[in-house]
C-alpha cells in the first residue's frame, strides 16, 4: 500500500440508524468521493431510494434534506454487496451486533456473526487492497479476528483494519455528525496503519476541526465506545436511582439534578430521571462489558457494571407496579393510554423501548392498551410484543390497540402514561383530555414532560418520575 491513500470510493455494510445516516453525511460532504450503501434487506435499500423522502425507513430530523442533497449525485444504496465490496477502497462495516440469544454469552456477550460474515465477504470478494473500518459497536480486540480472516485468504491483498466507533446520538444523528463532539479512529500503529488512519482523518477533516479528531491505538479506540455508553447509562441509572429516594422523602428530582448540575465537574447533561433508559446501545453494549470484564476474571468490575442494567430494570418495573397500584391494585380490563413507544424522541427506533417492558407488564395484569406514538408504525408495536413471546400474537392484537389519534387514545381511560418526551405531548389540550377521561384521572409522566402548574389545576391525579404530585 502506498504511503498516501486518497479515498475514492467507499463502501458501507449495513444501511442501518447508524450505517445509513453516517454515510448520507460523509457523502454530504464529500462530493468527489462516490459512497455506497449496501444491505442484503431488500425493503430497506427500496425504503432508502424512495422517491418520496417521508418513507425513508429512518426517522431523523434532518435527515431527508441530507439525503436529497447527495443521493443519486455520490451517494446510493444498494443490495449488490458484493459490487460494492469489489469497487471501494475503503469498507465500513455497520451492521448489527445484538446482544447473543444462543451459546455461550447467551443474553451477555454481543453476536458477531454478521461482522464475521461480511470479513469473509470481503475477503472473498476483494481483488484490490482496502481499509476495512469497524463502524458497529464491537468488543475490544475483535479488530483481530476481522485481520485474520481477511488475511486468511492469502490473495496478496494488504488489508487495513480501523475502528471508528460512532458516538451520534438518535434523535440528534444529523446535528450530531455535523458537529461531533469528537471523532475517533483507532489504527495500527506501523507505517501503513498510520497511512490508514491518515486517509480516514482526512475525510473528517473536510468538516471537523482537526483537534477534535482522536487517534488511538485499535484496542483504546474500540473500549472507548463501551466506555462512553457504559458512563453515559450510568448517569441515567444514577439519577434514577435517586427518583426512587425523592418519591419517598419529598424531594424533587428534578430539582435535584438542577443543583448538581450546576457543579461544573459533573455538568448538566443526561441528568433527566425517566421511566428508563432504551435504546439499542446501552444495555447491549454493558452486558458486552460485563462479559468482557468476567472473562478476564475481573468479578468486581462486571459487577460494578451490571447494577447500571439492574437499577434500569428496577426502574422500569418500579413505574408499571406504580400504575397497578394507584389504579386500586387492578387493571384489568382498565383501558390505559400509551403515549409514546420509541425509545427516545425523535426518533422511529423502538429497540430496548421502555414502554415495550411496561406494556408487557400491564398486559400481563389483564390491561387494555391504547397506545399512540408519532412516528411508530403499528406493525413495530405488535412486532416488539410478539418478540417477548409472553403471550399470543393473536392476543397482542387483542390487547393492544395502535392508533394515529392520540386523543382516541385517551378519551374513557383510566390512565394515561407518559413512555417518550415527544415535544407535541406539551401542547395537547388537557382540559379536554381530562373531561374525556374516567376519574379519577391518572396521568403517570415517565418523563416529567407535562408537569405544569396549569395541569396540575385542571385535576388529575399526576405522577411523575421523582416527585409525587397528586
Ligand atoms: C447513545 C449514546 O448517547 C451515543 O453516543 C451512542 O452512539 C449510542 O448510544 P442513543 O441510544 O441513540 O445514543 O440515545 P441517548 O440520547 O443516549 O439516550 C439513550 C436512552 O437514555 C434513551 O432512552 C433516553 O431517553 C435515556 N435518557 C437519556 C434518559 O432517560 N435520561 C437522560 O438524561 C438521557
Ligand atoms: P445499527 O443501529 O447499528 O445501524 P441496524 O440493525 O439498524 O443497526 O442496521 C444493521 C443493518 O445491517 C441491517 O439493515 C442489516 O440488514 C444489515 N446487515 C447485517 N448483516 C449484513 C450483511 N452481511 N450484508 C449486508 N447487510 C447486512
Redesign the pocket.
Known amino acids: 500500500m502506498s504511503k498516501e491513500l486518497k479515498v475514492k470510493h467507499i463502501a458501507c ?7 445509513g445516516p453516517t454515510m448520507a453525511v460523509i457523502a454530504q460532504k464529500c462530493p468527489d468521493i462516490k459512497v455506497t450503501v ?4 431488500e425493503q ?1 435499500i427500496a425504503a432508502w431510494n424512495d422517491a418520496n423522502l417521508d418513507n425513508l425507513p429512518i426517522y431523523e430530523p434532518g435527515l431527508a434534506e441530507v439525503v436529497a442533497e447527495a443521493r443519486n449525485r455520490n451517494l446510493f444504496f444498494s443490495t449488490d ?1 458484493d459490487g460494492a465490496i469489489a469497487a471501494a477502497d475503503m469498507i465500513f462495516i ?3 451486533t445484538p446482544t447473543k440469544t444462543y451459546g455461550i454469552g447467551k443474553g451477555m456477550a454481543a453476536d458477531l456473526k ?1 461482522v464475521e ?2 470479513a469473509r ?1 470481503i475477503a472473498r470478494v476483494a481483488t484490490s487492497d482496502k481499509i476495512v473500518v469497524e463502524k ?1 459497536t464491537l468488543p475490544v480486540r475483535t479488530a483481530q479476528s476481522i485481520r485474520t480472516i481477511l488475511d486468511a485468504e492469502n490473495k496478496g491483498l494488504q488489508f487495513q483494519v480501523l475502528s471508528n466507533p460512532e458516538f451520534l446520538a438518535e434523535g440528534t444523528a444529523v446535528q450530531d455528525l455535523h458537529q461531533p463532539d469528537r471523532v475517533l479512529i483507532g489504527g495500527g500503529q506501523d507505517q501503513a496503519g498510520q497511512a490508514a488512519v491518515q486517509a480516514l482523518v482526512d475525510i473528517y477533516a473536510r468538516w471537523v476541526d482537526r483537534e477534535r479528531i482522536i487517534t488511538t491505538n485499535v484496542w483504546s479506540s474500540e473500549l472507548s465506545k463501551l466506555t462512553a455508553n457504559a458512563f453515559l447509562a450510568q448517569r441515567v441509572s444514577s439519577i434514577n436511582a435517586i427518583s426512587a429516594l425523592c418519591e419517598k422523602s419529598g424531594a424533587d428530582v428534578d430539582e435535584i439534578a438542577r443543583a448538581i448540575g450546576k457543579d461544573s465537574r459533573i455538568g448538566p447533561k443526561f441528568l433527566k430521571a425517566s421511566v428508563g433508559f432504551g435504546g ?1 446501545c446501552f444495555q447491549k453494549d454493558i452486558l458486552n462489558l460485563v462479559y468482557i470484564a468476567r472473562s478476564y476474571g475481573l468479578t468486581e468490575v462486571a459487577d460494578y457494571w451490571e447494577q447500571v442494567i439492574k437499577m434500569n430494570d428496577y426502574q422500569k418495573r418500579r413505574f408499571a407496579e406504580n400504575i397497578v397500584s394507584k389504579l386500586f391494585n387492578t387493571v384489568s380490563g382498565k383501558k390505559i393510554a400509551i403515549l409514546g413507544w420509541a425509545f427516545k424522541k425523535d426518533t422511529n427506533d423502538t429497540r430496548e423501548s421502555a414502554a415495550i417492558y411496561v406494556a408487557d407488564y400491564l398486559l400481563n395484569e389483564q390491561a387494555e392498551l391504547w397506545v399512540y406514538d408519532p412516528k411508530v408504525k403499528a406493525e413495530q408495536v405488535y412486532a416488539d410484543l410478539d418478540y417477548l413471546n409472553t403471550r399470543s400474537e393473536a392476543e397482542n392484537r387483542r390487547l393492544v390497540k395502535v392508533v394515529n389519534d392520540p386523543y382516541q387514545a385517551m378519551d374513557d381511560a383510566h390512565a394515561v402514561a407518559i413512555l417518550t418526551e415527544w415535544d407535541e405531548f406539551k401542547t395537547y389540550d388537557w382540559q379536554k383530555v381530562y373531561e374525556g377521561m374516567k376519574k379519577p384521572a391518572f396521568l403517570f409522566d415517565g418523563r416529567n414532560v407535562v408537569s405544569s402548574p396549569a395541569l396540575l389545576g385542571l385535576g388529575f391525579k399526576y405522577i411523575g418520575i421523582g416527585h409525587c404530585v397528586s
Not at 449496501?38 to 434487506?41: L, S
Open positions: 455494510i449495513g444501511a442501518g440508524y447508524v450505517g449496501v444491505d442484503m434487506n430497506r454487496v455497520s451492521v448489527n454478521y460474515l461480511c465477504q458497529s439499542s
